[in-house]
Every structure is written in structure tokens, then in C-alpha cells.
């Protein structure tokens, strides 16, 4: 199978380590939520007003962090965004699955794929894919755990990550659930 240039960094990038810089947020829980829109890709996605939104580059269109989750926490959980229009023809994301697990294996320590599901995201093929793995960050390993969706729609590469410290995923995986769901398209 031909390797497609585009996923290797595109999917690692990714899998970003943020050290926790400011005091600790005990509230974990939402009760206001902020709508981000990107005029370049035509989306919009919600997230909890007290996660902190980083400004976007070329490719990451969003980056939100969440609380710390007490005094010695030097993890944010984060979910991001990545938008990139796809320049080589015939690209599918179910033709890559192969190299983008390939590519995931060779890029996280310990790679683990927990799961690997194929579906349909506005009427293109997702692959939504849940994997655990180390990395490491300023000299510190960090044991992850992550969930991507990953969609190739009206020829924009569409990846949206959650990564968490793997004892933090399951505390932030339903609010997780509701920023993934939030993703919209607009004219």
C-alpha cells in the first residue's frame, strides 16, 4: 500500500503532552460552554468555559485544556483539532487505517490499539480509533490514553483527540463525548 505522506505527522501532533502552568481548578464540572467557529474550515465546536482554549496554528484549529485536577497534577487532559486539506488524490481514511496504526505504533512508546471502529461522520467514512501509550515530555513519561475520529470530509482531513493521563480518561471522557459531539460543519 502506498504510505500517505500527510498521516505520520498529522496524526502524532496530535498526541501533545501540555505541563500544567497555573493554579488548580477543583470544579470539574461544565455549566457554561463556549462555541469556537473557524471561519477557514467551516466548523463550529463547543467546549466547557472553564477549559482553556490555546490559539491555533496552520493545522491545529483548536487546543482546550482542562482544570488541573489538584495541587500535583502536571497533566492536562486536552482535546484538539486538526483541519488539512487533502492533496492527494483518491485519499480514503479506510485505505490508510493501515498506516495511520502503522504510524501511530512507530511514533507512541508502548503503543496499545484497545479500538479500531469503522463508521460514517456527515455521510463520510470515520475511523474512530482508541489506543493507550507512553510518552515522554521534558525527561517525564507519561502513561496515555487516547480517543481520535478521524474523517477525510469534502476534502478536508478531519481529526479530532482526546488525550488524558490514563488515570484521568475516564473522569473526562463524558465531557469529552459532548465537545466530539458538538462538531458541526456550516455553509
Not at 462555541?35 to 467546549?47: A, E, G, N, P, V
Request: charged share 20%; aromatic share 14%; glycine share 4%.
Amino acid at each position: 500500500m502506498k504510505k500517505i505522506s500527510i498521516l505520520p505527522v498529522f496524526l502524532f501532533a496530535s498526541s501533545v503532552c501540555i505541563h500544567a502552568q497555573s493554579e488548580p481548578t477543583k470544579n470539574k464540572e461544565a455549566t457554561e460552554w463556549i462555541q469556537l467557529s473557524d471561519t477557514t474550515y467551516k466548523f463550529t465546536i463547543s467546549y466547557p468555559a472553564q477549559w482553556t482554549k490555546k490559539l491555533p496554528n496552520t493545522n491545529t484549529r483548536f487546543f482546550f485544556t482542562t482544570p488541573l485536577a489538584s495541587d500535583s497534577d502536571n497533566f492536562r487532559e486536552n482535546v484538539n483539532g486538526i483541519a488539512r486539506k487533502i492533496e492527494e488524490k483518491g485519499f480514503t481514511i479506510l485505505a490508510a487505517t493501515d498506516d495511520i496504526k502503522e504510524s501511530l505504533a512507530k511514533k507512541l512508546g508502548n503503543f496499545n490499539l484497545i479500538k479500531a471502529t469503522e463508521s460514517k461522520w456527515f455521510g463520510a467514512d470515520e475511523l474512530a480509533l482508541e489506543y493507550t501509550g507512553t510518552n515522554e515530555t521534558d525527561g517525564v513519561i507519561y502513561n496515555v490514553h487516547f480517543l481520535q475520529r478521524i474523517a477525510a470530509i469534502n476534502g478536508i482531513l478531519i481529526t479530532l483527540t482526546y488525550t488524558a493521563d490514563n488515570s484521568q480518561y475516564e473522569l473526562y471522557l463524558p465531557m469529552v463525548k459532548k465537545i466530539f459531539n458538538s462538531f458541526k460543519f456550516y455553509q
